[in-house]
């Protein structure tokens, strides 16, 4: 079942005035910029924030007395901090700039009045730099994924309307007759943040439900943030930008909607699985064990999709650097989530609840998986909004490395940790203190790991400081790749 | 936006336009391609794994669902296999009952120890009148007792409000067992029927006990 | 597209099938549990706490206790929770009615804190352990909590409630001058007092553990 055609053959520049097309397509691109531009810069400032907070944590777990006299970076906060900059300030400023050049990309719509999106983009980063410093300052909900005070997150609300608001808009009145999956797995991540959100903050925060209904809805929250809010984003890039850089259609494109749906329907029940053998009835903990297991059925479709386009072509590797930042983040996709789907069998589960195992697997997902793909995405976007090209291939090479070293040595070495920490638990004859005592080495592997990740921040954040100050007419004439590729057939599209 | 050097110069990394995405995607799906022998064996094998995991799923609920009743959290637990599934009443253990009692109403004074207040509140742990006969501690927490008193030669000089009115026989029994075994003591249990008799015999009598009339019982 | 409608109801029904699973039916089915009248003993299970420990649990929020500790004791035969004398039985719903924020916790990096108040039911062991887990835990990666604690002078008698440090540890921190103390300030207290509520003393009829019948012969 190989491919029928090349896209790359396939291009046929009489149908299509090539001037006409290119035009339009720097119009929509330049309607984007400087939302795009103000979201995705955001993004990267958040990533060093959230990168500060995750050095911080994981010292303090293996030398505790680290700024231990400092009650505003004892580990609770520093760790609450270091979530919710990662995720509501890296993740979702990335995730939005991304979602709106897609979006406006693939409806073939200019984006309209882009100077309220950037205002909006102003009070998100206003409205979250506001919740970490309430829980640094000591008014965290203590509610995974939702720690940031309600004095905060009125505002996050607002912004959000408007956000998600503009990229229906943006999609309502598109152009492109054809709706490509990427737009459908976008249109569905928008719709359901709100409501996730929104049911968050009245049945938790504004009007607490009684007992262990809290921890329900929190799970159903905050796993619906990745598997609903997240994964579709990340999901949705992979699928633009590994047919669009390697110029071959995705295999088994017709399982793409199947997938869409199976992830939405069973993913939404999966969230219970963070309380198994918790307060809470056997009976939607079973539904959640086994909407997890079948979560197989829509990973099996993407593992389909995206590594079987990228068969035959993985020369191109070595040239693309969104290539090599999304595919890396298209097979942890699989991986993680295989992963989550044996973590919910309830004898696997009995080991790795509770422990570090689950760290490790959160960050697989959101680092290895989200992260890389937007990574990725940043690397194909910027040059286009800016017309210039990345000063420094080098610094792509280390970003790409640190990063992906640094991340598979962090979750590899925490879910071996977690696992052995996890079967000593299970073992009364062994005291706790003991238990404690064996993490430590992982621990510290984890914090190395950190640094590791951490220069490979550092690389892209120069890379992009250095490519806002070049001049444009300065900038390279051909694309920044890892190295010169031969030039492909008809390969002149934009 | 007409033709600066950037646009006319730069080679992409795209393989292809937005626009031909759009097509070939939709020619995929609208020309999908059939074959010799109406089916795929990848597509069977994908229908079988949906197959097998719909069975897993619909077999594991059934079992491991506990009814969906709101007040299981025991996986293993169908509805009707624990007793007093049927609505009759669970039996308590008297030992947990009774320390219950013992620490709600007794422990202010005799203390979570047992070992009272020197001077002020008799001692339990060790002490005869605890491990001696039932029949002088069943009337001391009925009715009370006041006066002097010697235990585990200390001698006490006060009064102990009466729990006849505020307890039931079967709480009187259980806390009074719970003495009896607790801190070193052995001593046999007092059974909720020997306080229902002893109640019914001092019906008439009121006021609290002494220690002198209670060294004549039985 | 025409299909636009229609996949847009999709996705709001998608989302809209778990929120009615797992929000809505939940929140119908115990949303409005009851505390349980016990016969025997005549009153209510479970416990309020009172004033001092509910402004404990405002302190084990705001320093995010619950990110090391989780608070539910898992059932006889599933983990270790119960042979660890973290309880003494699964923990159910009702234990947490009266809770205004449920701190269920989903690390163990400390143990289990469901039942500490039965376990570690002495204030004089928490203060030490949060001025310096050392203290009580050597080899304990537990975060010293010093800003907690007031290092201050006498005033007139010592404070009851002044922490008795180790002299070695007291010489070694310079936490021995004469004519000072080392006090817990009202937070601290307050935290404390949280701890040592924390006690899941009454067996519901829910939370009786069940008994598989054994494989050969047995009966039910």
Known sequence: MASAFNLGTSLDPATRPDAVWRAELNEIDASTKWPVVVFLLSAVAWLLVGTVFALI?????????????????????????????AVYGWSTNAAFGVVFWLMARLS??????????????????????????????????????????????????????IIGSWAAITFRFREEKHIYVSQWYLLAALLWFPWIYAVA???????????????????????????????????????????????????????????????????????????????????????????????????VVTAINFHMTMVGNFAALRYSPTLRFVVFGAVNYTLVSLTGSAMAIRSVNEITHFTHFTVGHAHQGMYAFFTMVMFGAIYYVMPRILRKEWPSAMLIRAHFWSAAIGVTLYWVDLEIGGWIQGLQMNNPDIPFIEVVRNTVPYLFVGSVAGIVMTIGHFAFAVNIAWMFCTRSEDSAAAPTLFHSRPAMPGASAQ | MNDRPADRLRLDQAGTSDDHLHRAHADLVSKKPTHPNGYSPRSLMFFGLMSACILFSAIYLGRYSGGFDPLVYDERILPGMLEGDSGAPVAQDPKVLGRHIFMANCAACHQVTGLGLPGAYPPLAGSEWATGPYERIVRIVLGGLSGPITVKGSSFNSSMPSLGQSLRDVQLAAVLTYIRAEWGNIAPAVSSEKVKEIRASVATRAGPWSAEELLKVP | MSRVPVVILGIFAALAFSWTGIVLTNQIQFGSLTPYYDQNEGRNYPDKVSGMAERGRSVYQDLGCAYCHSQQVRRLGFGADIERGWGERQSVARDYIYERRVFLGTMRTGPDLRNVGARRSVAEWHYLHLYDPQLTSPGSIMAPFAFLFEYRQLLGERSPKALKLPSDYAQRHGLDQPGFELVPTPRAEALVAYLLSLNDAYVFPEARPYVPPKKNGGSK
């Open chain 1, 57 to 85: 944590s994981s010292i303090k777990l293996h030398a505790p007395e680290f700024l231990g006299d400092y009650e505003w970076f004892t580990f609770g906060r520093a760790r609450s901090a270091h979530l919710n900059a």
């Open chain 1, 108 to 161: 073939r719509a200019k984006l309209r009045h882009p100077g309220i999106l950037v205002i909006a983009a102003c009070f998100w980063n206003l409205g979250v730099a506001i919740g970490v410093g309430g829980i640094l300052k000591g008014d965290s909900t203590s509610i995974e994924w939702l720690e940031m005070p309600p004095y905060a997150t009125p505002l996050l609300f607002v912004t959000y309307a």
């Open chain 1, 201 to 299: 903050q009245i049945m938790l925060i504004y009007e607490p439900a009684r007992g262990t209904v809290q921890a329900l809805v929190n799970w159903w929250f905050a796993h619906n943030i990745i598997g609903l809010w997240f994964t579709p984003i990340g999901l949705g890039a992979i699928y633009y930008f590994i047919p669009k850089v390697l110029g071959k259609p995705i295999y088994g494109y017709f399982l793409a909607m199947l997938g869409f749906w199976t992830l939405a329907i069973f993913n939404s029940w999966a969230g219970i699985h963070h309380l198994i053998g918790g307060p809470v009835p056997a009976w939607v903990v079973s539904a959640s064990i086994v909407a997890s297991l079948m979560m197989v059925i829509p990973v």
